[in-house]
């Protein structure tokens, strides 16, 4: 009714659980604060036991190159992959991504990151070299020079994920230090298989 949600007494534990599922009801404010200190905390103490091949390079990247315009996306999608690989809660992922992804716009120059001309053509040039054959034409090797045009405005992905990696890392040390006051967040509604396949099945 209109004064809001109320258990009946005579309902059993299986179908109030039942219910609240269904009803997108979720964790109260105090079991949020702390499922999210407990992650903050392990994380923290787990750090510097990390390998390096864990902080460089924790997951393949899709591109080696991006752009400028491409920058905050592709940061934004790293901070939630390598939190999610720690376990980090799903409720906490979008605030703490956000506040590392501010500390880093804040701090970080990108102009650190744009790759040289002369390196990216020295990529290049040993890449030719493992694929080259001697009876290529010089019409081939003009095509592969108009290919290996550089755009100085590219920027070392690699590179921009180890900094990215290394502020999480500090923002982690630091909400171990004094945690700020984190968002609950709103119920998720819960949507069933069943439910899917019978939309479906209007659908057809």
Request: charged share 25%; net charge negative; with cysteine.
């Amino acid at each position: 009714g209109s004064g809001g949600w109320h258990r009946d007494p005579g309902w059993s534990p299986l179908l109030l659980s039942a219910v609240t599922q269904t009803c997108g009801f979720t964790m109260d404010d105090g079991d949020f604060q702390s499922t999210c200190r407990q992650f903050i905390e392990k994380f923290a103490n787990k750090i510097d036991s990390l390998s390096h091949e864990e902080c460089e390079t924790p997951f393949r990247l899709v591109t080696f190159y991006l752009v400028s315009s491409e920058v905050e996306g592709e940061c934004l999608e790293w901070i939630r992959r390598y939190l999610s690989l720690h376990d980090c809660p799903v409720a906490l992922i979008s605030q703490l991504t956000r506040t590392i992804y501010r500390k880093f716009e804040d701090y970080v120059n990108l102009s650190d990151f744009y790759l040289d001309p002369d390196d990216k053509q020295s990529d290049w040039e040993e890449d030719d070299d493992d694929e080259a054959d001697g009876s290529q034409s010089s019409s081939d090797d003009d095509d592969d020079e108009d290919s290996h045009c550089f755009s100085p405005s590219q920027l070392d992905a690699c590179k921009l994920l180890q900094t990215v990696v290394s502020y999480v890392h500090a923002t982690i040390k630091s909400w171990n230090t004094s945690l700020p006051v984190l968002l609950t967040q709103p119920a998720t509604m819960r949507i069933y298989s069943h439910a899917i396949k019978n939309t479906r099945r209007k659908m057809e």
